[in-house]
Each structure stands twice: as structure tokens, then as C-alpha cells.
């Protein structure tokens, strides 16, 4: 925000330069702050989010007239280090509260940052009471998890004291301090969309025909049409060249909201010239539209700088000059935080080397064991947030594998037939398993994994909608550098960030060197860290995982958002979320396909559906039970038992499925009579007694 000598001093410029024009009033462009709550970090907005609270169900046995909410942060593991993000204003308590405050937060991709809601009294002078006693329930939460949330909304539950381990952990367990729940929202600001605009003078007059040593220069001003007279609203001012000739101008950007509110707001340019005493004069100006520019270079933007003082004067006056322009462009600039919330998921991937050059102590091994452990864990457990699955694929490079025992430098990690690994625990088992099987080799290669996982990334989905993050880990020679470097073009065209990591202390800098180059006309895609530079013994492990994650990761979004721009891929609007009480949007794409389960015996099966405990008033059929749940997702609950005609085939049909919330029960039933099923049989339940009752059809626990 400029201050405001800033203004005054501005406002005194622009009103001595607007004396060389008469009866226009000069204004300049004011930048209003917006109303919200901000971090401590400095505001960057294409990586800034709006968070809001709302809490659901509160259950606490406390009292209190009103209810204030407070944020902190705390980018480390360390209880005392919480920083206060801001302060909301008081609520009246109730069962469900709605905080109307939103607290603005730079968002950082590298970082685990963790935000603690508290939750406390409202003291007299409508500021939260500073007694630990008066503080109701507290929730603490990974900003990643939110980011990475379906619909940028994340529930989480409410705590008279919560605990950063608790959060780090990633599991909800309900326990005696259960107070309910809260939902953490958060939203994007408003996107600039700046104007890139480029200009070319012709011609232009000078000071002094022989001797001139000025130089030219623009400004832009927005023209505002008053009752009485114009002002102009200052909005930016070029560089000065010294050449009137063809003076050739930097391209300069415009904001939207300030250029083109109306399609066809006059622009007015000013060219100007100024001396070596530092003197301006005024030589023309022109009139512009954003309709007008958007045509783009061509005739129909070749403007002629008319001095209005030198026109009355001169009959013959033509113009004094020629103003061109050369490059206008409006397409949006889109972050990497925007493609992160309109759905790009992100994948990683990891590779051992098990090669070494020299035999390895065991204390040299426990110690690589321990560092890899570390360095997995860092990087991902900040990737695993974007990852809905949380599945991993793992590799192995230089050794020997059985059963015969043969050279490979591409093997899957778990010996399977697929290399993915459930969860980062997944994949330290498989690489401890694997550990114990395979013999390392003195030397590896690196390429083969590479390009097993550029053609992974190709075939991994739609455009835009998945990128992957693959980590290498090697203490040994690398021998294939030529083919290391082929492998790095093929995937600067994938969707796929590379990250070599050198473990101990061997010799790195031909793989240092490898990494450090650049290709004319190609994305860097890959980035050398060597992990023993970035360990200290004497600090907290915590610290050292920070450490790891944000050195290793640090680049990894200036990599998508290249890929994503060379790619011509827009981002979509950010995903919303289905707040409808019946069904969550989860439902509607069933966990299973439809199962077959062959059966000799010909009992009759009826229906099994599940009937939510909130629905006490309900009578059941007296062939129809309620049966148990076991999990919201993947339960047997979610299907419907339908026997054939001739009892032989017994179908499990998903029993919650885009197709059956978009088919009438008329028209469901045909379907089944025409695929050879027999009736099946469901339970009338009808809305208003949902509504009564405040159940779901879902599970609604947080």
C-alpha cells in the first residue's frame, strides 16, 4: 500500500505535468486495500487464500454470551512457536456458528504449514480473553490437506487441546475431548488478468531539429467523462528512449479492471520528451480503446500523435508522429495454486539405487537407511496431501534381482506386477523387503526409470489434470549420462518433475553438471540436490526434514506451471462443493464395480439396505433388517442384493450411483426386468421425515 506522502506527491506531479493540456484534471490510479485479515508473510496474490470457519455441532458444556475465533501458524513441530494470523469479531454462541471474518494466508507449496484455530470467550471489550481457562475447543490442520481437499473444504474435529502431532499424523480418532467439528473453507481471491501492451513510435517530433539530446517517453491515462470537464487517472509511464525516430518501447502490463471496466473506456496517451536537465515538453497525444487494441498489430492500430496547440496554428499541421502498436495481449496468468484447486493432482514416484562402488559398512548402511527414510518421508509427506489415493509408485535400480539373479537397473520395488506401494509406509516396507533380496552392483543406470515414468505420465489421464514428481536416489556411479541427458528432453514435454538426490560422499558433479545445463527452447525439469549438505546432527530431525522438502520442492511448481503454459493448458475454475443433505458428492461414482457372486443354493435373498440410527420414527418392512456398517466407503452397505430368476446368479448392484440419482424408480425397474433380474425391493422413505429427524443417507460425522 503507498503511503500517503506518496500520493500527495504524485497527485503534485501529475497536476503540473497536466498544464501542458488545459481544462484537463489529472487523478491518480488509488489502490484500495482490501478488508481482510492477513499473515505475516509478504502478500503475493496468486498464492493467496481466504480461509473461514464455521463451526458444526458444537457440544461443549461451556457457556459463554458471545464466541471469538483466532488463527495461528507454525511452520515448524514446535508447541511454543504458534504465530497469530489474526483475530476474528465476536459471535453470538450458539450450536452452529458461522464466522463472518475471512483470514488471508500466503500459501506456500514447500512448506508444512499448520494453522490452529482457537476458540475462546469474548471478554468485555470484544477481544478474546487471555485466561487458558476461558478458551472452549481448539482444531489444528495442515494448510496442504485444505489445498489439496475436495473443493477446498476440509472438516476437522474440535478439541479442548489439540497437539501438532495429532495434525501431522493425518488420523481423526474421536476421542473424551470430542467437542464437534469444524469446516475450514477457503476461497481465491479475485484473479488479476493483466493487459500486456507494446508500443513503437515513428517519426516523432523533436526539441531541436540539429542538436537534440531529449529523450521520448508515454504515459497512459484512463479517461473519465464528467459533467463539467474530463479527468484522466493516471495508470503507468514508459521508459525514455533516447531516439525519436523509431523508438522501440518495453512491453508493460495493465490491469484489467483498470483499463478495460468498459470496452470501450477511451485510453488517452501522452507522448512526451525530456532533456538532460531533466525538463519534459509535450509532443502529442492519441485516443485508444481496449475493443480498439484487441484487433492487434495491424492498420487499425497505427495511431497519429496530434498536438492540439500545433494544429490550430498551422493549416497544414498533419501530425507529429506515429505511434504503433505491436504486441497486445489479455490471457489470463495462471499460478500454480490455480491449477492445484481446479483439480491437477500430483503423483510421486521414487527410485532406489542400490548400486555402490565400494563395499558398504554396516554403519554406512544403517545411516543411508536412516537418510532415505528422512528424505522419503519429507518430500512425501507434502505431496501425499494433492495425492487422493495416497498411492506410490517405487522402483529399484542397480542390482541384482531374483529369481535369476540377473543386471537390472528397472525393477518395481514391491516385485510385483505393479509397481505401486500403498502409502509412504508402503514404500519403506517394500524397499526393506527388497533390501533383503536383491545384490547391489557397482555401477547404474538412471535412464530406464526415467523413461518408464515419462510414459507413465503420458498415459496417466487427461491433459492437466495430473502431474508427477519423480525422486531418484543414488551413492553410486552413474554411468549412463549420455542417455540420462536424452531421457531429460524426452521429459521436459511430459507432465513430470525430476528430482536426483545424492546420497553419502561420493562424487556428484557429473551429475551436478548434467543437471545444471539448459536446452534452448526446453523446460527445465530437473533439479540435483546432494543430501548431505543439507543434514546437521546437532539439529532437531524435524529441522532437517524442512529442510529437505524445501530445497527438493522449491522449483517443482515453476516446473508445472511452465508444462502447463507450453501446453496451452487453462486452469478451471475451482471445484465445488455438493453441500446437499442427501448424498455427498462422493457417492456418486461407487467404490466397486458390480459383483458376481455364483452361488449352488437357491435361497431367496431380500434387499439389504442400510437405515441411518437418525431415522428412529421409521418402520421397516418385516423382510427388510437393517444391517451394519462398516466403513462409509467400500462396506457392503453400498450394494444391493438381487437374485436371478432362476436362483442360480446372485447380482450386487452398487446401490448408490450416478445412474440410479438420475433414474426414476419406474424406469429402474424396467431396466432390471429387461436385463433378466427380478424386482428388487426399496423402502419408501420420505424427505420430510429425513428433514425431522436431521439425518442423512450418508454418514454425517466429521
Excluded at 309 to 336: I, P, R
Amino acid at each position: 500500500m503507498y503511503s500517503e506522502f506518496w500520493y500527495i506527491a504524485k497527485l503534485t506531479f501529475l497536476k503540473r505535468r497536466s498544464q501542458s493540456i488545459a481544462g484537463v484534471r489529472v487523478s491518480p490510479r488509488i489502490s484500495v486495500a482490501p478488508n481482510y485479515i492477513t499473515s505475516k508473510h509478504s502478500i503475493n496474490m496468486s498464492n493467496t487464500i481466504e480461509i473461514s470457519i464455521t463451526i458444526h455441532d458444537f457440544a461443549t458444556t461451556e457457556t459463554a454470551k458471545e464466541i471469538i475465533c483466532e488463527l495461528y501458524e507454525n511452520e515448524t513441530e514446535c508447541e511454543d512457536k504458534w504465530t497469530k494470523v489474526g483475530t476474528g469479531s465476536p459471535v453470538r454462541f450458539s450450536r452452529n456458528i458461522v464466522f463472518p471474518d475471512k483470514f488471508s494466508y500466503q500459501y506456500v507449496f514447500e512448506k508444512t504449514q499448520l494453522i490452529k484455530a482457537v476458540f475462546s470467550r469474548c471478554s468485555e471489550r470484544d477481544r478474546p480473553s487471555s485466561s487458558s481457562s476461558d478458551i472452549l475447543a481448539t482444531s489444528i490442520f495442515k494448510v496442504d490437506e485444505l489445498i489439496g481437499s475436495f473443493g477446498l473444504q476440509l472438516r476437522r474435529q474440535l478439541q479442548r487441546t489439540g497437539s501438532i502431532a495429532n495434525a501431522l499424523s493425518g488420523t481423526q480418532r474421536i476421542t473424551e475431548e470430542y467437542l464437534g467439528g469444524i469446516i475450514v473453507s477457503a476461497e481465491m481471491p479475485e484473479k488479476e488478468q493483466p493487459i500486456v501492451v507494446q508500443f513503437h513510435g515513428k517519426s516523432l517530433d523533436r526539441k531541436d531539429f540539429l542538436w537534440d539530446e531529449t529523450a521520448v517517453f508515454f504515459r497512459v491515462f484512463r479517461l473519465e467523462e464528467g459533467k463539467d470537464d474530463d479527468s484522466l487517472i493516471f495508470l503507468y509511464e514508459s521508459e525514455a528512449i533516447k531516439n525519436h525516430s523509431h523508438p522501440q518501447w518495453a512491453e508493460f502490463r495493465l490491469d484489467t479492471q483498470d483499463a478495460a471496466d468498459n470496452r470501450n473506456r477511451l485510453l488517452e496517451i501522452w507522448v512526451m520528451y525530456k532533456d538532460v536537465d531533466g525538463k519534459e515538453g509535450y509532443i502529442g497525444k492519441f485516443l485508444t480503446t481496449y475493443a480498439k487494441m484487441k484487433y492487434g498489430p495491424g492498420s487499425d492500430n497505427i495511431y497519429s500523435v496530434i498536438n492540439d496547440v500545433k494544429k490550430a496554428q498551422k493549416k497544414s499541421y498533419e501530425n507529429s508522429g506515429k505511434m504503433e502498436l505491436v504486441k497486445f495481449t489479455d490471457v489470463s496468468f495462471y499460478s500454480f495454486l490455480d491449477y492445484i484447486v481446479s483439480g491437477t493432482q500430483l503423483h510421486f514416484e521414487i527410485g532406489v539405487d542400490f548400486s555402490s562402488p565400494e563395499p558398504v559398512h554396516e554403519l554406512d548402511q544403517r545411516r543411508f537407511d536412516g537418510e532415505l527414510h528422512m528424505a522419503i518421508r519429507a518430500i512425501g509427506s507434502i505431496i501425499r496431501d494433492y495425492t487422493p489415493n495416497r498411492l506410490f509408485a517405487a522402483f529399484g535400480i542397480g542390482a541384482k534381482i531374483p529369481p535369476t539373479f540377473h543386471e537390472s537397473n528397472e525393477f518395481f520395488l514391491n516385485f510385483s506386477m505393479d509397481p505401486i506401494c500403498r502409502g509412504l509406509d508402503g514404500v519403506m516396507e517394500a524397499y526393506r523387503k527388497a533390501q533383503t533380496m536383491v545384490t547391489p552392483l557397482k555401477e547404474s543406470k538412471l535412464s530406464p526409470v526415467i523413461n518408464y515414468v515419462t510414459r507413465m505420465s503420458h498415459r496417466s489421464g487427461f491433459r492437466g489434470l495430473h502431474y508427477h514428481v519423480l525422486a531418484l536416489f543414488t551413492r553410486g556411479e552413474v554411468t549412463d549420462l549420455k542417455e540420462i541427458q536424452q531421457a531429460l528432453n524426452s521429459a521436459s514435454d511430459a507432465p513430470l518433475s525430476i528430482l536426483i538426490i545424492g546420497m553419502g560422499d561420493y562424487d556428484f558433479s557429473p551429475l551436478q553438471k548434467l543437471c545444471s545445463k539448459r536446452k534452448d527452447g526446453r523446460r527445465d525439469v530437473v533439479q540435483f540436490i546432494h543430501l548431505k549438505s543439507l543434514l546437521n546432527g546437532a539439529e532437531a530431525p524435524w529441522l532437517n526434514k524442512s529442510r529437505i522438502a524445501e530445497t527438493a520442492l522449491r522449483q517443482v511448481p515453476q516446473h508445472m506451471v511452465q508444462y502447463m503454459h507450453n501446453a496451452n493448458i487453462a486452469a478451471k475454475p475451482p471445484i465445488q462443493v455438493c453441500r446437499s443433505p442427501l448424498f455427498h458428492s462422493s457417492s456418486l461414482i461407487p467404490d466397486k464395480p458390480t459383483e458376481f457372486d455364483f452361488e449352488l443354493t437357491k435361497d431367496i435373498r431380500h434387499v439389504g439396505i442400510e437405515i441411518p440410527s437418525l431415522m428412529p420414527n421409521l418402520i421397516l418392512p418385516p423382510d427388510l433388517s437393517p444391517r451394519p456398517r462398516q466403513d462409509r466407503r467400500g462396506s457392503d452397505s453400498q450394494y444391493l442384493d438381487v437374485e436371478t430368476m432362476r436362483g442360480s446368479l446372485t447380482v450386487r448392484v452398487p446401490e448408490r450411483c450416478h445412474s440410479v440419482l438420475q433414474t426414476s424408480r419406474e424406469q429402474y425397474q424396467r431396466r432390471l426386468k429387461e436385463r433378466g433380474l427380478a424386482r428388487m425391493k426399496f423402502p419408501r422413505v420420505e424427505l420430510s421425515t429425513l428433514e425431522s429427524s436431521g439425518g442423512s443417507t450418508q454418514d454425517s460425522s466429521l
